[in-house]
């Protein structure tokens, strides 16, 4: 079993920055791949970024390109998202989730995530 705690989410004015910071207790959780996602309301939930279980290989939603920075501090079991230049349309709730599968590669696909965060709200004006 995977638990992950999300941290970080709030309010933000466009053009801003937040860190968020998914913290897991698996002991396995420097083997596994990692991605956040996130869900606005009335939407369904969507990719925005993941890394493999090394951090060597990145993917990110074409949405967030080159604004927003997945990372992993496998000593402090936690993986970060660096969210630069923030646009009102960031605004949704954001899940970490992880790929209980060890040394597997980087997924998009929200159904090879077996453990998923409570998430964190982050909400940017305009």
């Known amino acids: 079993q995977v638990q992950l705690l999300e941290s970080g989410g709030g309010l933000v004015q466009a053009g801003g920055s937040l860190r968020l910071s998914c913290t897991g207790s698996?002991?396995?959780?420097?083997?596994?791949?990692m991605g956040w996602f996130r869900q606005a309301p009335g939407k369904e939930r969507e990719f925005v970024a993941a890394?493999?279980?090394?951090?060597?290989?990145?993917s990110y939603a074409d949405s967030v390109k080159g604004r927003f920075t997945i990372s992993r501090d496998d000593a402090k079991k936690t993986v970060y998202l660096q969210m630069n230049s923030l646009k009102p349309e960031d605004t949704a709730v954001y899940y970490c989730?992880?790929?209980?599968?060890?040394?597997?590669?980087?997924?998009?696909?929200?159904?090879?995530?077996?453990?998923w965060g409570q998430g964190t709200q982050v909400t940017v004006s305009s």
């Open positions: 989730a992880a790929v209980p599968v060890i040394w597997g590669s980087v997924t998009t696909t929200p159904d090879e995530y077996k453990y």
């Open positions: 698996a002991r396995s959780f420097s083997t596994y791949p």
């Open positions: 890394i493999s279980w090394n951090g060597r290989s990145t």
